[in-house]
């Protein structure tokens, strides 16, 4: 309590931020890159707490290179690539490629010559 933010780890920053970015309960709750650093406990607290949040009407736009973590708590997924939309994927509509989302990732980048 009497120590300064900048002498945390990375990861009780992360948390800091985390905590400071739902402290007026916004309708859109957006996060970049919010897992790292972060120990596997909590990691497992928020992606609880993104899809609670979800759940209850609000929105969570996440960016993210964890494939895994967006395949388990997104309803809709853009795949951006040099600052262009390369493929939009709706899971609700398309639930299985929830499973192959890092292919997807690849294949997109593949085929673009990335």
Not at 33 to 42: A, C, K, N, R, S
Request: hydrophobic content about 40%; some cysteine.
């Amino acid at each position: 309590m009497n120590r300064r933010i900048r002498e945390y780890s990375h990861g009780m920053k992360q948390k800091v931020c985390l905590m400071a970015s739902l402290i007026h309960n916004p309708e859109v709750w957006i996060l970049d890159e919010p897992t790292v650093g972060l120990d596997i406990m909590v990691y497992e607290v928020l992606v609880k707490m993104l899809r609670e949040y979800a759940n209850n009407g609000r929105t969570v736009f996440v960016t993210s290179h964890n494939m895994d973590l967006v395949a388990k708590i997104c309803d809709r997924v853009a795949i951006i690539n040099d600052g262009v939309v390369s493929d939009l994927i709706d899971f609700t509509k398309e639930p299985l490629k929830r499973k192959y989302l890092s292919k997807i990732f690849f294949d997109t980048y593949v085929k673009e010559g990335q």
